[in-house]
């Protein structure tokens, strides 16, 4: 079993930044996939940005420029630095990790999310 838990999130004016970072743990032996998916009000979940085998990277078009994915393999942990944020970036905003473990093998968890909102 692989637990994801979310941190970061908060209240910010437009213009500034935040970090949000998702920490994984239980029987892991390897996380294929991390990413961040998020959520705003009355709209279905949308992909915010991933990183695979710890270097390729991809963005939604609403971020790129804007927000930056990471990750330290020693902590399984990934990162998601938000800079230059709008008031459409306003959404709860989801962990997912793609990993090989025990005792399910192949498998994607998320985390429990993380409320951004972005206002003045």
């Known amino acids: 079993q692989v637990q994801l838990v979310e941190s970061g999130g908060g209240l910010v004016q437009p213009g500034g930044s935040l970090r949000l970072s998702c920490a994984a743990s239980?029987?892991?032996?390897?996380?294929?996939?991390m990413g961040w998916y998020r959520q705003a009000p009355g709209k279905t979940r949308e992909l915010v940005a991933t990183i695979t085998g710890g270097h390729s990277t991809k963005y939604a078009d609403a971020v790129k420029g804007r927000f930056t994915i990471s990750n330290d393999n020693a902590k399984n942990t990934v990162y998601l630095q938000m800079n230059s944020l709008k008031p459409e970036d306003t959404a709860v905003y989801y962990c997912?990790?793609?990993?090989?473990?025990?005792?399910?093998?192949?498998?994607?968890?998320w985390g429990q999310g993380t409320q951004v909102t972005v206002s003045s």
């Open positions: 997912l990790a793609e990993t090989l473990g025990e005792p399910y093998g192949l498998r994607d968890y």
């Open positions: 239980g029987s892991i032996f390897s996380i294929n996939v």
